[in-house]
């Protein structure tokens, strides 16, 4: 099982997360939505596409771009990880 926490806070765990780059990614049903705001920031993937970032919140503290997703990804190679969730490990604790 692999959780994503933020300050003891749980913002994601599963043990089907799916592991590019040394990031893993967090299957949609299991990120715990409520602790999360959309961000503004986008970037762009050569082969996964245009990520779109999340804040994470917990207890009244607001972490930017903590998370990032892929909603449509560009190559079959990154269909995988489509909406799955990875975590910046400078940011949430991942393990």
Sequence with gaps: MVKATLNGTVLAESANTQVVEGNHYFPPDSVK?????????????????VASYYNANVDGKEVKDAAWYYPATTTDKAKPIEN????????????
């Design 84 to 95: 799955y969730v990875a975590f910046y490990g400078s940011k949430v604790q991942v393990k």
């Design 33 to 49: 939505k409520e602790f999360f705001t959309d961000s503004n920031t986008h970037t762009t993937c050569g082969w996964k596409g």
